[in-house]
């Protein structure tokens, strides 16, 4: 059985693929402060920065989760994130355009055919 922080590690591994194949540059991955932890932080095309949080789930044959990937990041992760990625923009202003400021995105991923 693939443990849980495994499927986390594969899914941002999908998701920073993804992205580079849609012309983001990505900055750094798991950045980790006391305060929280980004997993992508990344450029899109139109140079705003950022924040994406991967939220990863096994998909396992003939079932139907009861919740999507999405429904992980609760209300409170989400302020944590927000929060960390408030401070990250802050403590980075040089990689922030200003006309475009930040954002933060979820990418939801289903893993078939791991156990």
């Given at each position: 059985m693939t443990q849980k922080s495994e499927v986390g590690r594969i899914?941002?591994?999908?998701?920073a693929a993804y992205l580079?194949?849609?012309?983001?540059?990505?900055?750094?991955?798991?950045?980790?402060?006391?305060?929280g932890e980004l997993d992508i932080v990344a450029k899109d095309p139109n140079g705003t920065?950022?924040?994406?949080?991967?939220?990863t789930m096994r998909q396992l044959p003939n079932s139907f989760a009861a919740l999507d990937p999405?429904?992980?990041l609760t209300?409170?992760?989400l302020k944590k994130l927000q929060r960390t990625a408030q401070l990250?923009?802050?403590?980075?202003?040089?990689?922030?355009?200003?006309k475009l400021g930040w954002r933060i995105d979820l990418v939801a991923i289903y893993l078939s055919g791991v156990k």
């Open positions: 899914g941002e591994n999908i998701a580079i194949k849609n012309g983001y540059k990505i900055i750094e991955r798991n950045h980790l402060q006391k305060w920065l950022v924040f994406v949080e991967v939220k999405e429904d992980n209300a409170a992760k990250f923009a802050g403590f980075n202003e040089d990689l922030v355009n200003q």
